[in-house]
């Protein structure tokens, strides 16, 4: 069954702005913690970003911050990534990911320590 769902993807000229949103299911990840991850073709899936909980603790890799911001409402089930200024070299399949939360920073910045992945959505940016 599908448990996490990406959508907002799309084709995007140099310097606009997209916002991703990853929908979950509640009884499933209460109590996870959130995270974006991306890969270019030919890369290895990169770390983008997370979020606790509770939305009071984010991390960014060093490339996106000041331009990405993360949040998620769960009200609504919903992790989001707003990207404004994007680069050509965003452009790659972007994933949301769930893992249970941990008192160490460094976790949340590797993909082996995500369980749960949606099925990406494609972010193209043109220069």
């Known amino acids: 069954q599908v448990q996490l769902v990406e959508s907002g993807g799309g084709l995007v000229q140099a310097g606009g702005s997209l916002r991703l949103s990853c929908g979950y299911s509640?009884?499933?990840?209460?109590?996870?913690?959130m995270g974006w991850f991306r890969q270019a073709p030919g890369k290895e899936r990169e770390f983008v970003a997370a979020?606790?909980?509770?939305?009071?603790?984010?991390y960014y890799v060093d490339s996106v911050k000041g331009r990405f911001t993360i949040s998620r409402d769960n009200a609504k089930d919903t992790v989001y990534l707003q990207m404004n200024s994007l680069e050509p070299e965003d452009t790659a399949v972007y994933y949301c990911?769930?893992?249970?939360?941990?008192?160490?920073?460094?976790?949340?910045?590797?993909?082996?320590?995500?369980?749960?992945w949606g099925q990406g959505t494609q972010v193209t940016v043109s220069s």
């Open positions: 990911a769930a893992t249970p939360t941990s008192d160490s920073s460094k976790y949340y910045y590797l993909s082996p320590n995500y369980a749960y």
């Open positions: 509640r009884r499933t990840f209460s109590m996870y913690a």
């Open positions: 979020i606790s909980w509770s939305g009071g603790t984010t």
